[in-house]
């Protein structure tokens, strides 16, 4: 461990003050989880640790504070960046003297390496599969990068935000602290690591030398509080100054009554699709799998969550994102239309599927909600109860017939749809992700639009892409919920919050906790 840093650490565990002692310049948020994930931002997508890592690591690019909107990216660790005219080679120019934490000394070109190789290398990177089309990645000279795609990618400014693999890391601190990485890692923005206790919290302090200036607040504490009435307690009792919401629209109208109390419903929505797995019966008869469609009825589940907080999804891929067409809409609610498909495929007494299901709260009482629905249509949805990581684990081993997902991605059509629906990221294969229907009908159309220079072109293949898969029912799209915060009204964030792709408020330099 660097000598700097073993110093630093100790001196915080023993001689860190409590939370309430500054409050001018201590800031702790309450987060919706019971413990931190892996604190390796290239290993870890894990929502507990992406508050963490939005204020420890910078990316070559990022988007600006407040906003969840891709037109809205500006320059981060690159003070600016060229590409050539086909979209192949992309050339990056890096800011001089960014330090690293704990003095691993400055930033160069070989960090940058080091850290997107890191991030496309399947044994070190939870998002591998964002980087297959990236060919080359060299260091040109100390603070010139250039990288070099196998083809154009129409997100790739998205793949170099300071979002999953696009977090630059030390190649030094990485290289010498080895697996210790994960639980003390190095990196370059407004905050470094502090201390981490299990299941309580992990403290971040102030990056005095951070290249947009020393932030105003000493340190940030994220507390793990996984249950919602013991994050509201604490956040009026005065014990959190920021709380990640419960996900209904009656905790932020509660909210929004509290006294020196800001509540915020923000972008981006996760979109709650329900997967099919097409591989098996009775889903593997497409008219079971349109069944199951007209038997869910989406806009009662808007009614019933909130219309604030919450809208009917339109496609597969969410509203607002870049290549989104409502053009073929989903199956619309027929609870009789339904059980006249069941008995055309020969199921008049009605199927029995099974869903692996995690407790969370919001995430059962959706399915329980689908249950119902689909009850009256004579499908019995067979709910399987697991905490939420054997939730995780089970759904990636192909164990649950229908999948509830709820999931916000870069806002651009390609990453939805690759992850979700392209047959190479089908669960139980060596190139999984998160494709839980086997969906295969849409490969070339996803696969084109990646090289796809004609901005109106790609977005038809998009399009047509989402109709082939919502046409073959790969998943039944239901809603969208937006992000729900809260903070005190004397957290003066430094922006204007409208959203955020890391699903939390940013705390930066700028942030400040008045009197």
């Not at 890096?94 to 290398?121: C, E, I, M, N, P």
């Not at 339109?314 to 498909?341: C, H, I, M, R, W």
């Amino acid at each position: 461990m660097h000598k700097l840093l073993a110093t630093a650490v100790l001196a915080l565990g023993i001689a860190m003050p409590p939370a309430s002692a500054a409050a001018k310049t201590q800031l702790v948020i309450g987060v919706g989880s019971s413990d931190a994930g892996r604190l390796d931002p290239h290993m870890s997508s894990a929502y507990s640790d992406m508050q963490v890592f939005l204020l420890m690591f910078n990316g070559l690019v990022r988007i600006k504070p407040g906003s969840s909107n891709i037109t809205q990216i500006e320059p981060d660790l690159a003070e600016s960046w060229t590409s050539s005219p086909d979209g192949k080679i992309w050339t990056f120019k890096l800011r001089q003297g960014v330090k690293w934490h704990y003095g691993y000394g400055d930033l160069t070109a070989d960090d940058v390496v080091y850290s997107l190789q890191r991030a496309a290398d399947p044994k070190r990177s939870s998002s591998s599969a964002n980087y297959g089309s990236f060919d080359k990645i060299e260091a040109v000279d100390p603070l010139t990068v250039r990288i070099t795609l196998k083809n154009p990618v129409p997100s790739l400014l998205g793949l170099l935000i300071n979002y999953h693999g696009g977090n630059i890391v030390s190649k030094k601190a990485a290289e010498e602290m080895g697996e210790d990485f994960k639980r003390r890692p190095i990196g370059s923005g407004p905050f470094m690591f502090g201390e981490y206790q299990a299941q309580q919290f992990t403290r971040l302090v102030a990056h005095k030398e951070y290249f947009r200036g020393a932030p105003k607040l000493e340190t940030v504490t994220v507390r793990y509080i996984p249950s919602d009435s013991s994050r509201d307690l604490a956040f009026q009792a005065g014990e959190i100054d920021v709380i990640y919401g419960k996900q209904d629209e009656t905790w932020l109208q509660r909210m929004k009554a509290l006294p020196d109390t800001v509540a915020v419903a923000m972008e981006p929505a996760e979109l709650t699709n329900i997967h099919l797995n097409l591989t098996v019966p009775p889903l593997n008869d497409i008219r079971v799998r349109q069944a199951f469609a007209h038997a869910l009825d989406p806009s009662a589940m808007v009614k019933l969550r909130g219309t604030n907080t919450n809208r009917a999804a339109q496609s597969v891929v969410p509203v607002g994102y870049l290549g989104f067409t409502n053009a073929t809409p989903p199956l619309a609610y027929d609870p009789e239309k339904a059980k006249k498909l069941l008995a055309d495929a020969g199921y008049k007494d009605g199927v029995s599927i099974k869903a692996i299901q995690s407790t969370l709260q919001t995430l059962m009482s959706t399915m329980e909600a689908a249950q119902a629905q689909l009850k009256r249509a004579n499908i019995t949805l067979d709910i399987e109860p697991v905490d939420h990581p054997t939730y995780h684990s089970q759904i990636r081993k192909d164990l649950s017939q229908a999948v509830l997902y709820q999931a916000a991605r870069f806002p651009v059509a390609d990453v939805y749809l690759t992850q979700f629906f392209h047959s190479a990221s089908t669960v139980g294969t060596p190139t999984a992700v998160t494709n839980f229907s086997h969906c295969n009908v849409a490969d070339a159309e996803i696969e084109k639009a990646r090289t796809e220079t004609d901005p109106e072109k790609q977005k038809a293949l998009w399009a047509e892409a989402q109709r082939k898969i919502i046409s073959q029912v790969c998943a039944v799209p239901v809603f969208e919920n937006l992000q729900l915060w809260a903070h005190k009204s004397s957290v003066r964030l430094g922006y204007d919050l409208k959203g955020s792709l890391h699903l939390s408020p940013p705390i930066t330099e700028q942030t400040t906790v008045a009197d």
